[in-house]
């Protein structure tokens, strides 16, 4: 069983696909530019997993399982779906603060603390850097707005991936949402440490979303 192909440009103006395949209790990948040679990876062996509790898999379970993950995972990280959707824009370019001193001030005003993590920008796409750049390191944040983003496709928020206990660590904060190819270790620490702080919602929803 293959699950269906995905796409993404590379920085070169190429299309890169990527497949992965199941067999049984194993897996491959299958990789490579539309218009070039393809590399097909070795099999991956799965086993049992979680034997004897409610939630157990058989090999050839966890295998389509992995698979599937594995494909989620890629497209977090910038593969498309549809060949036709590989020029898309993902992002939306938020707006940056500004120096007091250059604007005239008329007091009182509304201040808040400013929280030093990295800017993240959101959409149904995934998640971005202020830059565009793809954010993968922190999958649990968009997992967790999978029913917002259900009932609001259009939205677009403009945050703050934030961890409080880390306040005085901001490399700690970098380290943890920058990775590029995270572990599960370091997935799952992510997940334990890092928020997302919303300070605006450029876009919820429009008069003519249906």
Same mark, same amino acid.
């Given at each position: ?103 005239? #001030?008329? /007091?009182? +005003? @509304?201040?808040? $603390? ?79 440490? #890092?928020? /997302?702080? +919303? @300070?605006?919602? $450029? ?8």
């Amino acid at each position: 069983m293959k699950l269906p192909t995905i796409y993404k440009k590379t920085k070169t103006g190429k299309v890169q696909e990527w497949t992965i395949e199941v067999k049984g209790n194993q897996y491959r990948t299958i990789s490579g530019q539309t218009d070039g040679e393809k590399i097909t990876n070795n099999w991956s062996d799965c086993d049992i997993k979680n034997a004897g509790r409610s939630n157990a898999t058989t090999p050839e379970e966890q295998a389509i399982k992995e698979a599937e993950a594995k494909r989620k995972k890629k497209l977090e990280s910038g593969y498309f779906e549809s060949i036709k959707d590989i020029n898309k824009v993902q992002y939306f370019e938020p707006m940056l603060a500004q120096k007091y001193e250059d604007h005239e #001030i008329n /007091y009182p +005003v @509304y201040s808040q $603390p400013k929280l030093d993590g990295i800017r993240c920008i959101i959409t149904k796409d995934g998640m971005f850097s202020r830059n565009g750049k793809k954010i993968i390191s922190a999958p649990h944040i968009r997992q967790n707005l999978d029913l917002f983003f259900k009932d609001y496709p259009n939205a677009i928020l403009d945050g703050e991936l934030y961890c409080d206990k880390f306040a005085n660590d901001f490399n700690k904060i970098c380290s943890l949402v920058k990775r590029t190819k995270p572990t599960d270790a370091e997935l799952e620490e992510s997940a334990d440490s #890092i928020q /997302y702080w +919303v @300070y605006d919602a $450029p876009r919820i929803g429009l008069l003519n979303e249906k």
